[in-house]
């Protein structure tokens, strides 16, 4: 819950977004699952439902309709995961803020016509 409500924010202060729905997996901690009851007492839940943000859940077994953040994943680990040693856990979130900048900032996707998500975000 606090790491949706840090993203919030900075998705605002630094972009100017806001979001008004949010797609997940059917995971326990998205407030899912056998293990959850009343909906409005799961954190997640209830942050979102708080904050007027329609909650969506990918279909069971089905990753291909959250195939962004699997593209994202898969991205991340070649690009930032795959061989690199941290020193700390400060370290590597560092290194972590210092690729989505460059992820969102400065590297062109071929699924948006070769341009950056900035640019494409300002357009």
Do not use: C, W
């Not at 056998?34 to 439902?49: G, Y």
């Not at 856990?89 to 948006?112: C, K, Q, T």
């Amino acid at each position: 819950m606090f790491a949706m409500l840090k993203a919030l924010n900075i998705l605002k202060r630094q972009y100017n977004l806001e979001v008004d729905a949010v797609l997940t997996d059917n995971g326990a901690e998205f407030g899912s699952g056998p293990a959850t009851k009343n909906k409005k007492e799961h954190p997640f839940e209830r942050l979102l439902l708080e904050m007027s943000i329609r909650h969506r859940y990918t279909g069971p077994y089905r990753p291909q309709t959250n195939g962004k953040v699997e593209r994202f994943r898969r991205t991340l680990n070649e690009d930032f995961i795959e061989g690199a040693l941290y020193e700390n856990l400060d370290d590597l979130r560092n290194e972590l803020l210092g690729f989505l900048v460059y992820y969102n900032e400065h590297r062109p996707h071929s699924a948006i016509g070769n341009i950056t998500p900035i640019k494409m975000l300002n357009m």
